[in-house]
């Protein structure tokens, strides 16, 4: 309808064809629009996915941690790091102390 191209629907006055050129340039400006409006809302449904997600691996990354620290019986990741140096120790001790009793 906007980009006929019949003769008989033609513009042949100043007027008409002033106004079919309007026309034309507001379709496409409103095609623009619409377009940009379009982009704009994937881009902020994506933006607010990725918020969601973002704050579900939080409360996990939490959840995790806390659950560490009552199994643990530590307070902070400091404290659960020295844990692991003593058990590598101790474990190093151990293995030591098994290989000195072994007879080859």
């Known amino acids: 309808m906007v ?10 006055s100043p007027l008409s064809y002033a106004a079919n050129m309007i026309q034309i340039l ?3 400006v409103l095609s623009v629009v619409f377009v940009s409006q379009l982009i704009a809302t994937r881009r902020q449904k994506f933006t607010e996915e990725l918020d969601d ?8 990354v939490e959840e995790m941690e806390q659950n ?9 990741w400091e404290g659960a ?6 058990m590598e120790q101790s474990m190093a001790e151990l293995l030591l102390f098994l290989s000195s009793k072994v007879q080859l």
């Open 26 to 28: 507001f379709v496409i």
């Open 68 to 76: 560490i620290y009552k199994e643990y019986g530590v307070g902070t």
């Open 3 to 12: 980009f006929a191209s019949t003769r008989e629907l033609m513009a042949v």
């Open 81 to 86: 790091i020295a844990e692991i140096k003593k």
């Open 53 to 60: 997600v973002i704050e579900k691996i939080r409360l996990s």
